[in-house]
Nanobody
Framework: QLQASGGGLVQAGDSLRLSCAAS????????MGWFRQAPGKEREFVSI?????YYADSVKGRFTISRDNAKNTVYLRMNSLKPEDTAVYYC?????????????????WGQGTQVTVSS
C-alpha cells in the first residue's frame, strides 16, 4: 500500500527526491515517516511529517519532507547528499501521533528504495 521510489546512484553534493505513493486507502490522517537502513546498521529515523515536521540531526538543513494529500503522496527532498546518506530508504505510515521516531510505531511500510552516494 506504500510504494517508495526515486532512489539512485548519485555523487556527493547531488540531490534526489524520493516519493512515497499510497494506494488502497487514504493516509491523509496518518503520520508519515522516512527511515533508512545502511548495511550492517539498524533502521534509523530520518524525517516525520505529522502535526509537525521533524528531522534527524544528521539530515537537518539538507532534507525536506512534504506531503500532497490530494495525491496521497509524501516526498523527501534530499540536497547536498553525502556518502554517509547511502542506505535503503523506507517510507512508513503510523496511525499514532507519538513515539514517531521509533520504527515499531508504524503500521505500514513501503518496500524501500536504494540511495547510493559516491564520494
Amino acid at each position: 500500500q506504500l510504494q517508495a521510489s526515486g532512489g539512485g546512484l548519485v555523487q556527493a553534493g547531488d540531490s534526489l527526491r524520493l516519493s512515497c505513493a499510497a494506494s488502497g486507502r487514504s493516509f491523509n490522517n496518518y503520520a508519515m515517516g522516512w527511515f533508512r537502513q545502511a548495511p550492517g546498521k539498524e533502521r534509523e529515523f530520518v524525517s516525520i511529517i505529522s502535526r509537525g515536521i521533524y528531522y534527524a540531526d544528521s539530515v537537518k538543513g539538507r532534507f525536506t519532507i512534504s506531503r500532497d494529500n490530494a495525491k496521497n503522496t509524501v516526498y523527501l527532498r534530499m540536497n547536498s547528499l553525502k556518502p554517509e546518506d547511502t542506505a535503503v530508504y523506507y517510507c512508513a505510515a503510523a496511525s499514532k501521533q507519538f513515539a514517531l521516531a521509533r520504527a515499531t510505531t508504524y503500521d505500514y511500510w513501503g518496500q524501500g528504495t536504494q540511495v547510493t552516494v559516491s564520494s
